[in-house]
Structures are given as structure tokens and as C-alpha cells.
């Protein structure tokens, strides 16, 4: 299967999807910020019509309490881990949210009946404003990849790797590996987040979004040698230019905050979010139509992915 309807789900943005032991799990911010839902099918078409199986709500009050986004769920050593990042409230602090990382772990084969476990904040060595975390395994070792803000930095948040010690706590020294600096990258808000790794022939590849959460929206991309160390700053390289960007002809504003997953016939699949219209009244974070979207991408001769251009709505 090469084409779905697009969008695949309405009013779910920052899409993750995790293709596991022949299944598919869904999970991506709700409108309402306010909890952690899961969805399970056997193809990807499948989980448009999926029930949504709430697993977590935010606390009444505290760090956990406000502003649930970007949740992610991986299946590490044998345990199911949900990223996430909340705040103690909605406001706004020295021009940023007050975001910070956490984690919840099952050790239940259904992680959508499971007992899901509280494991506290993830720790960096720098305490800001933080968000976006991922996970990928690379060269035999577990990493994570997130977006935080440097004080020392202008701008809204900075992507940073470091390798796990168990699932939610790093182990050793981040490394930065990258800064809004592209005009591209600071349109609205200095940003790069939302990070997402793959790894095809000889390279290890980060896609990221960058810019304000509006049509300026867009993705970029980093790469390195899959043999180099990938906490030495100088092997990453980066693009100066845009991966993938809004369609004005497809009407297609803000694509971004992307994942990867693979199709049942083993194509490599771009899941990400996007809106059909630019009018926007308010803030552009609480307007829902952000809507996940899935397409195929190919790599060319050289081994570079070739997102394309985001396609227009459909149905199948």
C-alpha cells in the first residue's frame, strides 16, 4: 500500500508512530494538552479508525499538570517508554513555556492495558525549558535526542544528543547539534525541535522542524558517516535548505514535527503534521487543525532522502 487518505487523523499533532511485532501504535498531542492516548492497528490505514486508549492524564497540579506535548512511545530492552514533556502551568516565563522532559515505563506486553509507571523528570545539565524527546539505537547503544533551550543561546531551543543509561536518565555529557541559524530556521521563533532519527546505507540521518508552528513551519536535516562517533559536533553535517517545506499549490501550511515508521510492504513512510489553511485567530499552538499526514519517501542515487512536496487532502 502506497497511498492513504490524507489527513490519516484529524486534530493530532506532533504524529509518532511505532511499528512493532506487526502492529502499529499511534500516539501524538491531543487538542486539549490534558493526557497520553495510544492507538493499535494492523496496518496504517487501520489506525485512523483505531479506538484511542487513554493511559496517562496530567496532574491536578505540579511539573506534570499542564501542557502535555509530543509524546512519544518506544519499546526499549523489553520495556514500553513514553516520552513526554509538561509544564507546571500554561504561562509563559522569560518569553518561553516551562516545559520539561519526563517518562513513563510498562513492563506489560499490551502497553495499551499495561500499568504505566511515573519515572520522574529526565535530567540534563542544564535546567530550561526542554521538549521532544526521542529514542533511537545506533552503533549497539540506546541515545536520546531532544530540543532545549541554552541561556547562553539566543533563540527558543537548541537539539541535543546523549546516550542512556537506563531509559530515563542519560548517561555522560550532551553534545549540541544544532542551532537555528538559517533565515529558514528563525521565521516567527529561533527553533529547532521535534527531532527524528533513520538510518539508511552508510549514514545516520536527524530530520528536525524548525521556525514558528505556523506555514513557516518546516523541516530540516542533519547526517553523519554511520561509522563516525556521533558525540563529536564537527562529524554532523547539516542542510542549507529546507527538506520539506509548506505547499501553497497543494495547500498544505506547516509540515513538521515529523517521525518515521515503515509501510507494510517495507517503503519507508514520512509521518508528520500539517494544517489546510493559514487563517489562524489567536495562537497558533491552540488552533487544532494540525492534523496528521502520512506520505512514502524515496532516497536518491547518493543515499539522501527525497521527502518531496506535502501532498494535498484526499481521501482514498
Known amino acids: 500500500m502506497s497511498h492513504w487518505p490524507n489527513p490519516l487523523i484529524e486534530r493530532r ?27 493499535r492497528a494492523a496496518t496504517l490505514a487501520g489506525l485512523a479508525q483505531a ?16 501542557l502535555i506535548w509530543a509524546p512519544e512511545l518506544h519499546h526499549i530492552d523489553g520495556q514500553w517508554v ?25 513492563d506489560a506486553n499490551d502497553p495499551l492495558t499495561g500499568e504505566w509507571v511515573e519515572r520522574g523528570q529526565i535530567r540534563t545539565p542544564i535546567d530550561s525549558f526542554s521538549l521532544d524527546a526521542t529514542h533511537f539505537v545506533h552503533q549497539g547503544k540506546n541515545w536520546y535526542l531532544w530540543a532545549q533551550k541554552d541561556p547562553a543561546i539566543p533563540g527558543n531551543s537548541n537539539l541535543w544528543l546523549a546516550q542512556l543509561a537506563t531509559p530515563w536518565q542519560i548517561s555522560g555529557q550532551p553534545i549540541m547539534l544544532s542551532r537555528p541559524q538559517y533565515e529558514w530556521e528563525c521565521a516567527g521563533f529561533s527553533v529547532n525541535e521535534g527531532p527524528a532519527a533513520i538510518r539508511h546505507q552508510q ?12 506555514e513557516n513551519y518546516c523541516m530540516g536535516l542533519l547526517w553523519i558517516d554511520a561509522a563516525a562517533d556521533p558525540l563529536v559536533a564537527a562529524n554532523w553535517h547539516k542542510s542549507a535548505a529546507p527538506v520539506f517545506t509548506s505547499s501553497w499549490d497543494n495547500r498544505q501550511y506547516g509540515p513538521g514535527h515529523n517521525s518515521f515508521t515503515r509501510g507494510e ?52
Open 13 to 39: 499533532a506532533d504524529p509518532f508512530i511505532l511499528r512493532h511485532r506487526g502492529s502499529y501504535y499511534f500516539i501524538a498531542s491531543v487538542p486539549e494538552y490534558d493526557r497520553l492516548e495510544i492507538r
Open 51 to 66: 479506538a484511542a486508549v487513554t493511559v496517562w492524564r496530567k496532574h491536578a497540579h505540579g511539573p506534570m499538570s499542564a
Open 82 to 106: 513514553i516520552y513526554f514533556a509538561a509544564a507546571p502551568s500554561p504561562e509563559i516565563k522569560a518569553g518561553l513555556f516551562q516545559h520539561r522532559m519526563f517518562a513513563l515505563t510498562c
Open 203 to 214: 549514514r545516520l540521518f536527524i530530520s528536525y522542524s524548525a521556525s514558528a508552528t505556523d
Open 265 to 316: 510492504n517495507g517503503e519507508d513512510v514520512l509521518v508528520y503534521h500539517a494544517r489546510s489553511y493559514t487563517e489562524i485567530d489567536g495562537d497558533p499552538l491552540y488552533d487544532p487543525g494540525r492534523h496528521t499526514r502520512i506520505k512514502r519517501f524515496d532516497w536518491d542515487a547518493d543515499g539522501m532522502p527525497q521527502f518531496g512536496t506535502p501532498p494535498a487532502d484526499s481521501v482514498m
